[in-house]
């Protein structure tokens, strides 16, 4: 009699388990599902944007408008006027009218990297807040407060989550396989004011060291002021890559590092360097 009751006990354990299991499943296909769709829309608003734009400047291209010289004046006027403020790139505008966090877009075709790039003065609150700052365990691609993205800095480093559904920085260790890369060596980054191309240099595991550790840290490199500062990043990263990726760099250069979690060393990380090639 004792044992049955025992047996039924178990049992009822292990179906709550199983119910439990359930739940935490269905709860995670479900996050999955709300950042997908939030990352859909994002993408939609962007390229509707972009559409827009394309629509208008032919149709501007289209039209024939006759000069004079008052015309040509304001003109200029109005060209000096935009160079010495930065307009936003139309197809940002409206994303950034919903959060002026908005830094820029980072995207590598053929990849689920398409995603917007953050900054505020507080480097860890998009590790965990989505783009309309509600709590998400996705977080959003970012950069520290002290990157500056829009001057010509050497490096500046983009942060991500490596999401085991491949999401945000989730596929970026496919570039440890080298056929890989040479299919994908190509980064787009958009910052609110430029469109950038940038071209890979280097591929390797690191980690974050304690702070009296003396290694090479590529996560503290953003401004090379001598060509022995940028000799030191340059030669090190090329030392750790995992391959050969042929591109080369020199005093001058400048780069994007993208940054995510990686689990062959405790603290560990994966790292991607690229040249920026216009």
Known sequence: ?????????????????????????????????????????LREIKYQMQKETLEKDTRNQETTVSKTENTENKQQEQNQEKESKPVILSKYASLYKENN??????????MAI??????????????????????????????REKADVNTPGTNFIIYGHNMKDGEMFGDLDLYQDESFYREHSKISFDTLYEERIYDIIAVFPSQVYNSNDDVFKYYQFYQANTKKEFDEFYNNIKKLSLYDTEVNAKFGDTFLTLSTCAYHVEDGRFVIVAKKIK
């Open 114 to 143: 398409d995603y917007p790039v953050m900054q505020c003065q507080d480097d860890e609150y998009y590790l965990n807040h989505d783009f309309y700052r509600k709590k998400s365990k996705y977080g959003c691609l970012y950069v």
């Open 1 to 41: 009699m004792k044992n049955r009751k025992n047996i039924k006990w178990i049992r009822v354990f292990l179906l709550g388990v199983f119910f439990l299991c359930l739940i935490l499943i269905g709860r995670t296909y479900y996050l999955s599902y709300q950042h997908e769709r939030q990352q859909k829309k």
């Open 101 to 110: 966090h908005l830094a820029g877009w980072l995207s590598i075709k053929g």
